[in-house]
């Protein structure tokens, strides 16, 4: 029997793997709804929303992988080119996503003036030892960036000021050997992802039960009961856990395996109602996703069927306005994105703050994170905190509930 705790991407995904290999599998989530950061949150007036507007990049294979098994990649938009608000100049560009492209920058006075400059980048791209530098430190002689900085803050959800250079790296190296094409759903990923996922679950038989687990006892090495408030059940001999829960409740439930979570950071998104504002035909010419560069509240903004929403990143200072103001400023760049007019006040809306949405991306929180084998050896750690090259993305989540569910797979087969 496989225990998977936490209904997330990382904890959906080990247990669809695992009951897809024949494994006997029960998923708890302490939510109703199990989808975690990325689960799809149901509005009056606006319908389904997704609690994250995300963004996944071509190079992100296992997020490829599940989508295309799913059989939902062709839901999703394919962005070979994403436009770019120059929210300084008000001037607007675009950025292709091949690879070389991203490099070499569209945003107006961002294109090479040389080899050098490419040497440069290149040289930083591919030092194996870097020194422990910020990303804001790496990319200041780089002519593109802007770019970069509003790139490093939305993938690493931490002020480029802070931000592990060596973290933004790894990302650029996977777009430039990979591609740096981008997909994002056409309507959300409750809607490619998650419900799929869940119905995947379904099939193989993965039994789903709605508990909190609040406690869990060990003795020795090995996990012995899962505590959920007055009841609890105890692992048999054979049986194997994956805790898929986040960094913070993961500390909380096995503090000797999972150190305690560092500081994490804010995401702030507004959605809008834009039928109050265009007519049908006027949204439906609007692109999927526009970025916005050297704005100072919002980095992206997404159009999903009628809704316009926004995305801004470390967000503490907005995280901490009043609701107004919120809207205000997410509605602000909304307007810039799609040249609506000044004086339209924000329509219908809802403001979602995410507080803890991931960890902060430095040197020193990147050193915390704890690798999947505990010393408990009939627990895996899942989650986008596990240790990986990876940042707290649903890429690393993903990934690793599929390492964890191998795991599980490897040790059945040894029970046999
Ligand atoms: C607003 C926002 C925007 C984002 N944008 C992007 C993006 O553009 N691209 C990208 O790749 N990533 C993005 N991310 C990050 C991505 O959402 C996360 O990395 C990913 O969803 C984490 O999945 P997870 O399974 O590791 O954790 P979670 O999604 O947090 O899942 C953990 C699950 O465990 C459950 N749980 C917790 N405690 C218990 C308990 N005691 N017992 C039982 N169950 C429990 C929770 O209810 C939850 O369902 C974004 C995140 C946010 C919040």
Redesign the pocket.
């Known amino acids: 029997m496989l225990h998977v705790?936490?209904?997330?991407?990382?904890?959906l995904t080990a247990a669809w793997e695992a009951g897809r290999a024949g494994l006997a599998v029960t998923l708890?989530?302490?939510?109703p709804q199990?989808?975690?950061?990325?689960r799809t949150l149901a509005q009056a007036q606006l319908g389904e929303i997704d609690?994250?507007?995300?963004?996944?990049m071509q190079a992100n294979t296992t997020m490829m992988a599940l989508l295309q098994r799913l059989g939902t990649l062709p839901d999703c938009y394919r962005l070979t080119a994403i436009p770019l608000l120059d929210a300084a100049t008000g001037r607007i560009g675009q950025q292709k996503t091949g690879r070389w492209h991203l490099l070499r920058g569209h945003l107006p006075g961002g294109s090479l003036s040389g080899w050098r400059q490419i040497w440069q980048i290149g040289y930083d791209l591919c030092r194996r030892k870097n020194a422990p530098i910020t990303v804001a430190e790496m990319v200041k002689d780089w002519p593109n960036r802007a770019l970069h900085l509003m790139l490093a803050r939305s993938v690493l959800n931490t002020p480029p000021e802070a931000a592990s250079a060596g973290m933004y790296q790894a990302v650029l190296r996977q777009l430039l050997l990979k591609s740096a094409v981008a997909y994002v759903p056409r309507h959300g990923w409750g809607e490619v992802l998650i419900a799929p996922l869940i119905h995947a679950c379904d099939q193989q038989g993965v039994r789903r039960i709605h508990?909190?687990?609040?406690a869990l006892n060990w003795q020795k090495n090995q996990l012995r009961q899962i505590c959920f408030g007055n009841e609890t059940i105890n692992i048999e001999q054979g049986d194997q856990v994956i805790l898929?829960?986040?960094w913070g409740?993961a500390h909380r439930?096995l503090p000797e395996a999972v150190p305690p979570a560092p500081m994490h950071h804010s995401?702030v998104?507004g959605h809008f109602d834009l039928r109050a504002v265009l007519d049908a035909a006027a949204i439906a010419a609007l692109p999927p996703v526009t970025g916005l560069v050297n704005d100072d509240g919002v980095e992206w903004v997404f159009r999903r069927g009628w809704i316009a929403s926004t995305?801004s990143s470390a967000a503490g200072e907005l995280a901490a306005r009043h609701r107004i103001q919120q809207a205000e400023i997410c509605w602000q760049a909304v307007r810039r994105a799609f040249g609506i007019a000044n004086s339209i006040t924000p329509p219908t809306h809802r403001i979602i703050t995410?507080k803890r949405?991931?960890f902060s991306a430095t040197e020193a929180a990147l050193a915390l994170r704890p690798a999947a084998a505990t010393r408990l050896h009939n627990v895996r750690l899942a989650?986008?905190y596990v240790q990986s090259a990876l940042p707290?993305?649903?890429?690393?989540?993903a990934r690793s509930g599929r390492l964890a569910a191998c795991w599980a797979k490897k040790h059945a087969k040894r029970q046999v």
């Open positions: 705790i936490g209904g997330g991407l990382a904890g708890y989530e302490a939510s199990p989808g975690g950061r990325c609690n994250g507007n995300h963004l996944v508990a909190r687990v609040t898929a829960v986040p409740q439930l995401i998104n995305t995410e949405a991931t989650g986008d707290a993305t649903l890429e690393a989540a």
